[in-house]
Each structure stands twice: as C-alpha cells, then as structure tokens.
C-alpha cells in the first residue's frame, strides 16, 4: 500500500467517478484503475461496486476509507516534514484535544511555544477523547490531550493536572450582591443554572444537587454557556483559565459558593507507549505547559 494508492482511492470518493479523479490526480483512467485493482489485492476485496449507473463504496469501502483518509494525512504530513527539515525549518508539532482544552493554559503555551521557535509548524486536531486516542495511537498526532480520569495500557500519561471548577455569573447577576450564597439559593436563583459535563463527578453533583431545585435546566456546552453568562444571563461552573477574560474585565465575577463543592476538572496529556522518546517541539511543550499550569494542582 502505497501513497499513489490512498491518493487515487480518496479522489474518487471526492470526485464521485474513476475519469474525473484521474482528471484531478493528473494521470490516465487505466493508470487509476491499476492503482484501486492494487489497493484491493492489499485489503482482500473489493473497494467500490461498479457497473451501477452511480459510483459506490461496499461495506469493506466505507469500512477502510476513515483508515484510508487518516493514513494518507499523516503520509502526507510526514513528507512535508521531512521536506521542512532539508529547507532548515524545525519540523512539525502535531497535537490533538478535546475543544473545551483548546482555551486558556493551552492556549497560553502555544503562544510562547511560538515565540521559542517561530519556525515550528503547529497543528492541532480536536475530537472526543475516543478519537484523540486514535489519533495518538495512528501515529496521527505526537501529543494527545484528554479529560480524565484517564487509563490506558497502550498510552503513557505524560502530565495530569486539575483545576476547580467555580460558580460564576455576570457581574449584574442578583445573586453576585451577596458575600455567601447557599447551595440552595444557587439552585433557586440562578435563572437559569447551566449544567456543564466537565467530568462524571461534576455531572453527578450538578444532576442531585441543583438540577431538581430547577423549574428549567440547560445542559450546554462550556463555550455556549460562557456567552450566555456574558451576556447577563444565568449561573455555571467554569475553571478561571476557560473564563479568564470575562474575569479580567470584570464581566463575570466568581460566586462564594457555601459550602462550596470540590468539583474539579482534570485532563490528562498522553503519548503512545512506542515512542522511546519526544521530539524536542514536543518535550518544549510539556515544559511550557508545565509552567503555565504551575498555579493549578498536579500530581
């Protein structure tokens, strides 16, 4: 299996037909052909039906093009790698994460990250933890990031960090006028509370402790519930660096919750088991990162 092979197989799912991605790839129809009749030989079967008055995948076809599409992005970063590294560039950085990591520490890193090596190629896919564990475990990315708690015999976690997760509101919220405010108010007056799935025990404790008060509840993802909090509506938990610049203008203001609960959020950085050792972007970014999480618990 080869680079021309993957390239022919995904052009024609692009183009919907053998002639137009031979147009595209630049060859001739019977070139294309050979290439599919040899990707098949490799898969043991048969990769599109042919003879229907439209071009289809079979059940081995859609089954393979995922792996198909992944191993041809990651050949294909490769060589530009390693076309990088004769032009005298650094190499490349290839990360994956969860959206809801993308923000904050994550954020702050690569910045300085960037400053340390402005010719460092970066790239960073985000998925669901099940598909930045594929990705790590392809090949595809040389760090994954995930929400914990994380286990897995094939992956090395790297760096595991906590951070608690706070009330917060608008600063014109009623409930931001009082100096404590009890759980039972919380769940009374937040109008409405926004429940989170930062992790199990967050979704737990929001689920028996508040959401049965509620005369509504939105479950919403993190970044829409920060724009409804901006915009002067609502209650939910947050980490400071996710809202950190609604707190730093003063916009959202964090509640003094009483008793407050320890709900935390923790991600977990992770590498493949097979790599014996980081590639120097890689091990600047655990260094930097490590930094930028230094106010944060780690263990």
Do not use: C
Request: charged share 15%.
């Amino acid at each position: 299996m080869d680079l021309n092979q993957l390239q022919a197989f995904d052009q024609i799912i692009q183009q919907g037909s053998f002639s137009k991605a031979a147009r595209r790839l630049n060859i001739s129809q019977p070139s294309i052909s050979l290439r599919i009749q040899a990707l098949e030989q490799e898969v043991g079967g048969a990769l599109f039906i042919r003879g229907g008055s439209r071009l289809q995948l079979t059940v081995l076809g859609k089954n393979f093009s995922p792996h198909a599409r992944q191993a041809l992005q990651a050949m294909t970063t490769g060589l530009e790698t390693a076309q990088h590294t004769l032009q005298g560039k650094k190499g490349q950085l290839m990360l994956g994460t969860a959206p809801t990591l993308t923000t904050g520490f994550f954020a702050t890193t690569l910045i300085r990250l960037r400053r340390e090596q402005p010719e460092l190629d970066i790239a960073v896919h985000t998925g669901h933890n099940q598909q930045i564990v594929e990705m790590v475990h392809e090949g595809f990315v040389q760090l994954g990031i995930v929400t914990g708690p994380f286990f897995s015999p094939a992956l090395q976690n790297i760096l595991q960090l906590q951070e608690p997760l706070i009330a917060m509101a608008h600063a014109n919220h009623p409930l931001t006028q009082q100096k404590q405010v009890s759980i039972a108010e919380l769940a009374i007056s937040s109008n409405p509370f926004f429940s989170i799935d930062w992790s199990l025990e967050a979704r737990y404790w929001q689920a028996h402790s508040l959401t049965p008060a509620q005369k509504a509840v939105l479950e919403v993802p993190p970044q829409t519930a920060y724009d409804l909090l901006s915009s002067g509506i609502g209650v939910a938990f947050m980490t400071r660096s996710f809202a950190r610049h609604g707190l730093q203008s003063g916009k959202l203001v964090e509640l003094a919750v009483h008793p407050r609960p320890e709900l935390q959020r923790e991600f977990v950085v992770i590498q493949h088991q097979r790599v014996d050792d980081l590639s120097d972007a890689a091990k600047a970014f655990i260094r930097i990162l490590r930094e930028e999480t230094r106010s944060i618990h780690k263990y």
